[in-house]
């Protein structure tokens, strides 16, 4: 091996692209830069990010304000460590914890965490209990309680596919008396009487009288005013 014969490893350089030297280069007449427009021109200088003009993503993503979770559940975080000051076999409840100054607020619940040992035999009642506590916990004597959280109730726009339809209410059933059926049935009279009044003569195979044109019919005369 000498010197002159040292060459890099094939594939790691390429040849630099040369724009501009006649069609034969094949980058000839508008040198990569295609007909027109604002990639063409000489001072062509946009950013990587930009999108044609619309807000890039760039400035569309939040900046030092940093994302807050509007749905994210904060839990009072509680070490066993701190648990020795109660007295052994007592019964701790998220009450007793406020009060003695443990936590200041339960938030969305209250978790154990196994930092520490734990030399009490203690009940205790959280939300949410780590293995390692959980462990230690029983490991001393203690009992681990754990408080059910309700699921939040959320209003529903539409109904889910696996929920059943809601059951139609019941008809009331009046129980009418023999006055009113009587009533019901004499209002109905009239009405049928006026149905057949007004059927024309044609279905009942009579034929349709004729406009008289007596002399002495009512009709005015066409085109002669009334004196």
Do not use: C, Y
Request: glycine letters at 10%; a positive charge.
């Amino acid at each position: 091996m000498k010197l002159h014969e040292l060459q890099p490893s094939p594939g790691s350089h390429h040849p630099r692209k040369r724009v501009g030297r006649g069609p034969g280069s094949g980058h000839g007449k508008t040198s990569t830069r295609g007909q027109k427009g604002q990639g063409a021109r000489t001072s062509f200088n946009l950013p990587k990010t930009f999108e044609g003009g619309q807000t890039r993503l760039t400035m569309r993503t939040p900046k030092l304000r940093g994302f807050h979770n509007k749905w994210r559940k904060r839990f009072a975080v509680l070490n066993l460590t701190r648990l020795n000051r109660f007295d052994d076999g007592a019964e701790i409840r998220p009450e007793s914890l406020i009060d003695a100054g443990l936590i200041k607020d339960v938030g969305a619940g209250i978790k154990v965490l196994g930092t520490g040992d734990l030399n009490r035999k203690l009940i205790i009642h959280a939300h949410r209990f780590s293995a390692e506590a959980r462990r230690k916990i029983e490991a001393a004597g203690g009992t681990v309680a754990v408080i059910e959280v309700p699921a939040p109730i959320r209003p529903k726009t539409k109904r889910a596919k696996n929920q059943p339809k809601p059951a139609a209410p019941a008809p009331v059933e009046t129980a009418e008396t023999p006055e009113k059926a009587e009533a019901a049935d004499a209002a109905a009279a009239p009405a049928k009487v006026k149905k057949e009044k007004s059927k024309p003569a044609a279905e009942k195979g009579q034929a349709a009288p004729k406009a008289s044109s007596a002399p002495d019919s009512p009709r005015p005369e066409k085109g002669k005013k009334k004196g």
